[in-house]
């Protein structure tokens, strides 16, 4: 039940969804704590940061395309996001906010999981800051392909693309040749990794990013 205790979290983006909501008020409800979680619609990044403070809204996530412009209305940066350049989470402690980069944590587990030993970064947003990053830390060459090289796509062969933009991408390798540990690739062609938040790729790191979420929010980690 809600009530004035209730701690209140949200997203805010220009394509709100429900897949946040669900995961944390499931989680909420697990752990039997008194908070709520909700998304919202904005046009305006910088009132709806204004209405956090009203409001005393506890925390919340940014998506495209805000990840970059919402810089200029925080407090503080954490170091990872200030080095990125781009912050998806924020807390809100008594009117002070402070900016967090998830995203990275999230693209870095799925990394974990397979074997990059270079990709090519489609897109130089917010979301292709964080995977730009990831591969600074974990040591893996990139390149990164935006309008302006966009042609190099139709030249390369047999290469990882990562695709860091809301634009569909085609790969030309058939995925069932794709395991975990990236082996198995052996036909030609172009494999795209679609980081694209209603993929396959795209959940999975999103899952990732949302516990990182919950414990900077809460102070608990969840398996």
Known sequence: MINKETKIYCSFSSNPGNNGCIFFNSEFKELNMNAIYKSFYSDDIKKSI???????????????????????YVDEVEESARKIGSINTVVNKDGYLKGYNTDWVGVKKYFETRRFDSIYIIGNGGFSKSVQYTCEVMNIKFSIITRKNWRLIEELDDKILFNATPVHVESNREMYNWAPDGSGCSISGNLVVDGRPHTDTGREIALYQAKEQFKIYTGVEID
């Not at 204004?50 to 200029?72: N, Q, T, Y």
């Open 50 to 72: 204004e209405a956090v403070k009203s409001l005393d809204i506890k925390g919340f996530a940014l998506s495209m395309p805000f990840k970059i412009e919402a810089l200029d």
